[in-house]
């Protein structure tokens, strides 16, 4: 089960380094994925040869940032098929643009009565904006339940169709839950939503890179996500919005770049994507999301996607065989993306994640801002691996070996 | 990285294998609950306070290894303690778990501690039960975090 691509990992400098004296498996890609040399280049190239700021200099220097800003804001949108790159804003990461909409779109459409649909699994980033807006507008939250006492079921459609009502304005999703590994049918989600006339948004942080992603195929109206965890910076990120609406929307900050004309009295706003990037953007990190791009690609998504099923189905077969593990989300054999979260009866997250940190295994322990479905699962926390393109089957074996080390110290 | 067997000891893995007095207490007159924002642990103590000393003391809870077994330990040191006397042995454990410094006289099995200041982020592991002890202590119904509490 090694990566497709012969000599993958050699585009990853990070991943070359011993942890505690033994190779490094890095298994935290849910957290943030590794960076290949071509997107760490992109950034020093712009800094050693083009760092200016954008939309505001006649000279070269400025020409050729804004030209690079404004062509990775064509390759984004091309990245997952926009209709247009004015649909592209750059924020942040996922945070950021889920919080602009919950402000913006919610300041002008909520009040009281209207509901706001969400999931039972849902990431603290994709709850808590939508948790704000209720309080903000009067308007009522609602969550989807998930089936399953480890949550194997996924979202309960059934209840789904009849939670949506007309009263339903918005409906706020996860694409592939961070915890549970499940992967919901957007497509079908957002066709439910449309048909009572709710705005659907879609939290792509997981999928962004690791799936084909087509906006235009799902038909949301907006989608979220983070540079940081498809091969691209931190700091960057993009809310898709649909032209339409986005054009309707008033700005969640204001500032410089994003007016057209200011009195001392007042002002008026650009048109996307500018009226909601205030201030000077992200212009590095923005170009080198844009050879994240670049790279995934160059590797084909579809591809990127087959490894890390093929990855997480020996991940399934060989964790699920180790004596008191729970495994949470779908079950072995049923369709998951590339992450496994577990915990055992007798050992706790936090003393796996250190254990597994001595034998070079880094993992994740924690509720993975997901603390009501923890609860609603019975458990305070799990461990997770998560894998990407330049993960191997031997490292699976390293987890394993580790997991096992470990079972064995704490059975005394 | 320091040996895990530092962290792991012996009395802390039998602590974390057996907790001492976990469970709600009945006849608690003080309770007072922790949180690790961070990392999600809990831990809530429940304390009977006999005139000025406390008579009785339980916690409940969930965490690493180190953050239950470091909850039991307490409860067997607390148990018959005045509320300055109890503050005296967490800055002996304070002092332990961020520096490794024992003080031989005081700390008897909570030596077992002195592992946890190789691993700076296992310090609030350590330190949950014994912040919401003295916050119960207080008569303080506030709930106590790390992340407001100095380790
Ligand atoms: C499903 C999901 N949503 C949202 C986020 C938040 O992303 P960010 O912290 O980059 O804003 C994450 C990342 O942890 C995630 O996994």
Redesign the interface.
């Known amino acids: 089960m090694n990566p497709p691509w012969p000599n993958v990992r050699a585009d990853f400098p990070v991943l070359h380094q011993q942890v505690n004296g033994k190779p490094l498996v890095y298994l935290d890609n849910g957290a943030t994925s590794q960076k290949p040399r071509s997107v760490i280049d992109a950034l020093v190239r712009y800094y050693e040869r083009d760092n200016s700021n954008v939309h505001r200099g006649l000279h070269t220097l400025s020409m050729r940032a804004t030209d690079a800003y404004e062509g990775a804001r064509t390759r984004i949108a091309n990245f997952i098929n926009a209709a247009d790159p004015a649909e592209i804003i750059f924020t942040r990461g996922t945070t950021e643009s889920i919080n602009l909409v919950a402000r913006s779109w919610g300041h002008a459409h909520l009040k009281p009565g209207d509901v706001v649909l969400t999931t039972e699994f849902e990431h603290h980033s994709n709850l808590v904006p939508w948790q704000q807006a209720a309080k903000a507008s009067g308007a009522t939250l609602k969550y989807v339940p998930l089936l399953g006492a480890d949550g194997e079921g996924g979202l309960d459609l059934a209840a789904l169709d009849k939670l949506l009502t007309p009263q339903v304005k918005l409906f706020a999703f996860t694409h592939i839950s961070n915890t549970l590994g499940t992967i919901n049918p957007v497509a079908e989600l957002c066709r439910k939503a449309r048909a009572v006339g709710a705005v659907t948004v879609i939290d792509a942080a997981q999928s962004i890179g690791h799936i084909p992603l087509d906006v235009r195929q799902i038909g949301c109206d907006f989608l979220a996500f983070s540079g940081h965890k498809m091969c691209g910076p931190t700091g960057i990120g993009v809310l898709y919005g649909r032209r339409d609406l986005l054009d309707q929307l008033a700005p969640d900050e204001t500032g410089g770049g994003m007016v057209v004309n200011v009195s001392y009295e007042q002002a008026t706003w650009k048109p996307s994507p500018e009226r909601f990037e205030a201030g000077t953007p992200n212009v590095a990190d923005a170009i080198a999301l844009g050879a994240a791009c670049n790279y995934l690609d160059a590797l084909g998504r579809d591809q990127i996607a087959a490894h890390d099923t093929a990855l997480v189905k020996v991940a399934m077969e060989k964790l699920s065989a180790l004596p008191g593990i729970r495994i949470i989300g779908p079950r072995v054999g049923a369709e998951r993306s590339g992450l496994v979260s577990f915990a055992f009866a007798n050992v706790h997250a936090h003393d796996v994640v250190t254990f597994a940190d001595e034998d070079g295994v880094a993992l994740r322990g924690g509720h993975h801002c997901n603390q009501p479905l923890m609860r609603k699962l019975g458990l305070t926390s799990t461990t997770r691996a998560s894998f990407y393109l330049y993960n191997t089957e031997e490292e699976i074996d390293r987890l394993v070996a580790s997991l096992q080390r470990i079972q064995k110290f704490f059975a005394g | ?1 320091q040996d ?1 067997t530092d ?2 000891q012996s009395v802390i ?1 039998d602590h ?2 057996r907790p001492r007095n976990r469970g709600k207490l009945p006849t608690a007159n003080r309770v007072a609950h922790g949180d690790n924002p ?5 831990c809530t103590v429940y304390l009977r306070l006999d005139g000025d000393r406390i008579g009785d003391i339980s916690f409940e809870g ?5 953050s ?1 077994a470091s909850a039991s330990l307490m409860t067997l040191n607390l148990k018959g303690k005045t509320a300055p006397e109890a503050e005296t042995i967490y800055a002996g454990v304070h002092e332990l778990v961020t520096t490794g410094k024992v003080d031989e006289d005081n700390l008897s099995d909570l030596a077992a501690l002195a592992g946890v200041h190789q ?1 700076p982020a ?1 310090i609030k ?1 350590a330190t949950l039960g014994w912040h919401a002890a003295l916050n119960a202590l207080k008569g303080d119904p506030i709930t106590a975090t790390t992340e407001t509490h100095k380790d």
Do not use: V
């Open positions: 990285m895990l962290l792991y893995l974390n294998r961070s990392c999600g642990d809990q969930s965490g690493c290894a180190i239950q691993f296992r592991c």
